[in-house]
């Protein structure tokens, strides 16, 4: 059975921090990189942070330094610490597996996704 379950979320002031977990079930996932995706209504989803099944990791530049995306695969677990936290990092935030990117520099995903966690910044 393919599932997401993310949580963690919450309303915090700008500068605090939040850590976003994420329980997966399902070989598309244990197998896959895995990322964070943030979803602002009116927009469409930006890949927050991407961890491959080796650890490797990539940021979008907005949140370098203050993110730090991670993975068990043990457990089929990932996380996400969000340091320094602004308000433009509100939104739902879901994990999903990715594939890509394509050789227009576009990520894909599967077409289940989970319930998300909102994260809301104030000023």
């Known amino acids: 059975q393919v599932q997401l379950v993310e949580s963690g979320g919450g309303s915090v002031q700008a500068g605090g921090s939040l850590r976003l977990s994420c329980v997966t079930s399902?070989?598309?996932?244990?197998?896959?990189?895995m990322a964070w995706i943030r979803q602002i209504p009116g927009n469409q989803r930006e890949l927050v942070a991407r961890i491959t099944t080796g650890g490797n990791t990539n940021y979008t530049e907005s949140v370098k330094g203050r993110f730090t995306i991670s993975r068990n695969n043990a457990e089929n677990t990932v996380h996400l610490q969000m340091n320094n936290l602004k308000p433009e990092d509100t939104g739902v935030y879901y994990c999903?597996?990715?594939?890509?990117?394509?050789?227009?520099?576009?990520?894909?995903?599967?077409?289940?996704w989970g319930q998300g966690t909102r994260v809301t910044v104030s000023s």
């Open positions: 999903n597996a990715v594939f890509g990117p394509d050789r227009d520099g576009n990520y894909h995903y599967p077409n289940h």
């Open positions: 399902g070989t598309i996932f244990r197998v896959n990189p």
